[in-house]
């Protein structure tokens, strides 16, 4: 049995330059993440708020923590106040959008985003659709933000074996970035289209991904 720092080498010798690697790491024991750690491992991704806050009070700080789970408003606060959050990546409505920015200025801190987009036949239901994103950019929803950084995008695809099907899911995702940026071409560092998963990623990556959130070929399955 491979260990877990012989599976980020194996994945990360497969990545071109330029792709970075969230090692998503919900469900797994604080030890776990040390092996990544130790094994050069900086990106994590968690997708709960107070599994996230334990785990930032028991690793090194030169961690970055990527939140990318359904957040709720009422836990934006909690975890916006940490400060350590590298970059949330699931913002999937304007309303969560709004808090975070309303509770990052209450906190003293410059909160770094992304917009979820749902393109996915199935799965989540969370994200906006390529016309909502495409309407919140031409409507300038954006520049209204005091203490939020739009970054980029994060999606999904199809949990599908249709090859195809997930080709064209993560074309879309990438497009929306790009029709965002026509919209909106004063905005700065809006770079980041993250996606791609354990199954799927090099798909993602054929398609333009500069974020894959790589968790069971590197952890093992969630328990
Ligand atoms: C769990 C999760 C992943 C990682 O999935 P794996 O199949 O374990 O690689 C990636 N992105 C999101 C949003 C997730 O919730």
């Given at each position: 049995m491979s260990t877990i720092a012989e599976r980020l080498t194996a994945i990360r010798a497969g990545l071109p330059a330029g792709v970075e690697l969230v090692a998503?790491?919900?469900?797994?024991?604080v030890e776990a993440l040390a092996e990544a750690y130790e094994a050069g491992q900086r990106i994590f991704g968690e997708s709960r708020v107070q599994e996230l806050c334990a785990k930032i009070g028991a690793l090194p700080a030169d961690i970055q923590w990527h939140f990318i789970g359904h957040l709720q408003t009422n836990k934006v606060r909690q975890l916006v106040s940490?400060?350590?959050?590298?970059?949330?990546?699931?913002?999937?409505s304007e309303r969560l959008l709004r808090a975070i920015d309303a509770e990052s200025k209450r906190a003293g801190v410059v909160s770094r985003v992304l917009m979820q987009v749902h393109v996915a036949r199935?799965?989540?239901?969370?994200g906006f659709t390529p016309a909502e994103l495409e309407d919140f950019f031409a409507r300038g929803a954006?520049?209204?933000?005091?203490?939020?950084?739009?970054c980029g995008v994060m999606g999904m695809a199809s949990n599908t074996d249709d090859e195809a099907r997930i080709a064209a899911d993560f074309e879309a995702i990438a497009e929306a970035r790009r029709r965002a940026l026509g919209l909106?071409?004063?905005?700065?560092?809006?770079d980041i289209v993250s996606m791609g998963m354990s199954h799927d990623y090099p798909a993602a990556i054929a398609a333009g991904s500069t974020h894959v959130r790589i968790g069971t070929a590197i952890f093992g399955d969630r328990i």
């Open positions: 998503v790491s919900k469900f797994h024991p940490t400060g350590r959050v590298a970059l949330i990546e699931s913002v999937d199935e799965e989540t239901k969370f954006f520049r209204s933000l005091e203490a939020t950084h739009l909106a071409p004063d905005l700065r560092g809006f």
